[in-house]
Structure formats: C-alpha cells, structure tokens
C-alpha cells in the first residue's frame, strides 16, 4: 500500500512539473511572439521614415551620390526585412537543409528585380523634382 501511494506521489509530482514546463513555455512562446511584432513594427516604421526623409531630402541641396545611398540602403533594408521575415518559414519548409534554404532565398531575390528597377526610376524622380542637387 505504502508503494502505491508513493508511486501515486511521483506521478503526480512528475505531472505537476509537466504542466508548470508547459505553461512556462507558453509564457515565454508569447514573450516572443510579443518581441518580434514589436520588433516589426518598428522596422516597418524605421523604413517609412526612412522614405520619408529621402523624398524631403530631394527637395533640399543634397548630393546626388547621398541620395542614391540613401536609396540603395532604404531598398536594402526592405529586402532584408522580407529575409528575416520568411526566415522561420524558410527554415520550416527546407528543413534547415542549407541548399534549400539558399535556392529559396535566391528565389527571393529575383522576385525583388522588378524592385531594383523601380528603385532606378524612384532616384531618378527624386533628381528631377530637386533639379537644385550640387555635383559631387
């Protein structure tokens, strides 16, 4: 009887802990879930400042060769957004296989081709409505 009981007394402590693992988990699951929105969002937002800045940059006397970095970096960060983004799915999908996890991202990267050539046209807009730029 003494060993039932005592067997009883482990299953449910075993059990116990089970559940505060489980729970701790969760916890934690929704911590950085929590993390990563924010994480997003400021991203996001980082991004359209950043546009913002360089459309009213155009109008100012700024040159030429800050305006195209300022361009490149702007669209770089949005590629590299879309990377870390899909990166859980990336990895979920390849299996951490590190030749598909590299296809898929060179997958990535032609769909953002047609970006590249917006982006040409997006400076080249901007150095027409400044048209006030100093040569460097």
Known sequence: MGKLEATHEIELAQKEEEIKEKEEARLLAESNSRRDIL??????????????????????????TMLDTLTFLAFLLIYEFVLVFTDPYIDNWSGG?????????????LVFIPFHKMEVKFKNKLKDKGEVFSKS
């Not at 296989?97 to 990267?109: D, G, Q, R």
């Open 39 to 64: 994480q997003f969002s400021g991203i996001t937002i980082f991004t359209l400042i950043m546009f913002t800045v360089i459309f009213f940059a155009s109008k100012k006397n700024l040159s030429v």
């Open 97 to 109: 296989a590190p030749v598909y996890k590299l296809m898929m991202n060179f997958s990535i990267a």
